[in-house]
Nanobody, 115 residues
């Protein structure tokens, strides 16, 4: 089973940028659809973006045009580039890996957007 480790979270001012990384421990990374989700305090976890093994990406309307998901199958890594950050983007961000209907999660990384 794949293990996922996120990094890159932190504190950023509104309008700033961050890039999250997720490293996967699997020899069949390209078979996984990778995603990013987030959970703000007191709210349910919500989908942010997904990218297939071949690189097809989809985004939630709330982040479309500001966030970019990408992956490098040779490096077993997926990224989430976040630009024009807003206070409402504050949340714990989780990396996910899905294959054959099963989803694995990383431990999460905190992103705080505040002045």
């Amino acid at each position: 089973q794949v293990q996922l480790v996120e990094s890159g979270g932190g504190l950023v001012q509104p309008g700033g940028s961050l890039r999250l990384s997720c490293a996967a421990s699997t020899s069949i990374f390209s078979f996984y659809t990778m995603g990013w989700y987030r959970q703000a305090p007191g709210k349910q976890r919500e989908w942010v973006a997904t990218i297939t093994g071949s690189g097809s990406a989809n985004y939630a309307d709330s982040v479309k045009g500001r966030f970019t998901i990408s992956r490098d199958n040779a490096k077993n890594t997926v990224w989430l580039q976040m630009n024009s950050l807003k206070p409402e983007d504050t949340a714990v961000y989780y990396c996910s890996g899905t294959r054959d209907g099963f989803t694995r999660w990383g431990q999460g990384t905190q992103v705080t957007v505040s002045s």
